[in-house]
């Protein structure tokens, strides 16, 4: 079965920054679009934002662009999310995972295998 694990999650002031990680098991998934997704308490699970098989193309939701990196280690077989300057409306559980349509419809498509999530508090 299909793994990925994130960590990196916690509690950060207003300004403050993150680094979430994306650790993924199978050699398949290498082959695979990783995108990172959000839920606050209440409210619909968003996109934030995917990057490409090769590490070379990102997407980013409007909202973190400018803010947010997304980079993939092949070697470590590991995605990170760089969070910087996070606001409190950046909080929620964050979720990777792995889906096997184009980055160019990224978030939309299928994403057939999920993390358990990490919880991003950012408050003063």
């Known amino acids: 079965q299909l793994q990925l694990v994130e960590s990196g999650g916690g509690l950060v002031q207003p300004g403050g920054s993150l680094r979430l990680s994306c650790a993924y098991s199978?050699?398949?998934?290498?082959?695979?679009?990783i995108g990172w997704f959000r839920q606050a308490p209440g409210k619909e699970r968003e996109g934030v934002s995917c990057?490409?098989?090769?590490?070379?193309?990102?997407t980013f939701e409007d909202s973190v662009k400018g803010r947010f990196t997304i980079s993939r280690d092949s070697a470590k077989n590991t995605v990170y999310l760089q969070m910087n300057n996070l606001k409190p409306e950046d909080t929620g559980v964050y979720y990777c995972?792995?889906?096997?349509?184009?980055?160019?419809?990224?978030?939309?498509?299928?994403?057939?295998?999920w993390g358990q999530g990490t919880q991003v508090t950012v408050s003063s």
């Open positions: 995972a792995a889906g096997l349509s184009p980055i160019s419809v990224c978030p939309n498509g299928s994403f057939g295998s």
């Open positions: 199978a050699r398949t998934l290498e082959e695979r679009v």
């Open positions: 990057i490409s098989s090769s590490g070379n193309t990102a």
